[in-house]
């Protein structure tokens, strides 16, 4: 079964389903992105691992945390060349997953090399920095840099009635960028996470997703249309 919704799908920000659909999503970014890289690259599925911490009554639960994220690196001397990141809950409310995910771009940027983030995290904090203002109400977004310009922003924003969008992946500057399609992407982890078959939507979404009053009323009208509630 297909996600009954035409961009991300709210549903998988559950603390059950979301370690597995990352894990299906960043592999199947790789495999749509790599047939578009010129001989120049590779590409390769890099991790990292944390742990964090919660304070339940008088004991502490630890969490272990594995997140897979794409590097594009020269074939000729292995240099860095692009960072492609997927954004985790944990990277966006708790303190070890945020660390964790801005050392890695730390890395990348000193490297001089390209980012990008996928943003498909509505709850917690975001993990970038920079001013919003003019940018339209979204739920999700991508934003790309370069390394020619570290401190500007490329973003690409949507919402959950909405595809998620099209994006330019940057290489060398004498090379030209990779034009990716996130919706792509998310069809293919959905699919070949068989994610539909553990999704309840006569359910409401769960709590994690912050979803606004106007979103949660389109999200029911949108399944009852659907036959899916």
């Given at each position: 079964m297909p996600s009954p919704f035409p961009g991300m799908d709210p549903y998988l920000e559950?603390?059950?389903?979301?370690?597995?659909?990352?894990?299906?999503?960043?592999?199947?970014?790789?495999?749509?992105?790599?047939?578009?890289?010129?001989?120049?690259?590779?590409?390769?599925?890099?991790?990292?691992?944390?742990?964090?911490e919660l304070a339940l009554f008088t004991s502490v639960v630890r969490e272990q945390h594995a997140e897979e994220y794409v590097e594009v690196r020269a074939r000729s001397d292995g240099r860095l060349v692009t960072l492609i990141e997927v954004v985790s809950?944990?990277?966006?409310?708790?303190?070890?997953?945020?660390?964790?995910?801005?050392?890695?771009?730390?890395?990348?940027?000193?490297?001089?090399?390209?980012t990008v983030e996928v943003d498909l995290v509505t709850q917690g904090a975001p993990t970038l920095d920079f001013d919003r203002t003019g940018l339209p109400a979204y739920d999700h977004c991508v934003t790309v840099t370069r390394p020619s310009a570290p401190g500007r922003y490329e973003i690409y924003t949507t919402t959950f009635q909405k595809r998620l969008p099209k994006f330019k992946v940057p290489l060398a500057a004498d090379d030209r960028d990779v034009?990716?399609?996130?919706?792509?992407?998310?069809?293919?982890?959905?699919?070949?996470?068989?994610?539909?078959?553990?999704?309840?939507?006569?359910?409401?979404?769960?709590?994690?997703?912050?979803?606004?009053?106007e979103s949660r009323q389109w999200v029911d009208a949108l399944l009852r249309q659907q036959k899916v509630r």
């Open positions: 559950d603390p059950k389903l979301w370690p597995g659909f990352q894990h299906q999503f960043v592999a199947c970014l790789y495999q749509i992105l790599l047939p578009g890289l010129v001989d120049n690259y590779r590409a390769r599925v890099a991790c990292r691992s944390y742990t964090t809950p944990a990277n966006k409310t708790t303190p070890a997953g945020r660390d964790t995910y801005l050392a890695v771009r730390r890395h990348a940027e000193q490297a001089r090399a390209g034009l990716l399609d996130l919706q792509d992407v998310f069809r293919r982890a959905f699919d070949q996470g068989a994610f539909g078959r553990h999704i309840d939507y006569a359910a409401d979404p769960p709590r994690e997703a912050k979803l606004t009053d």
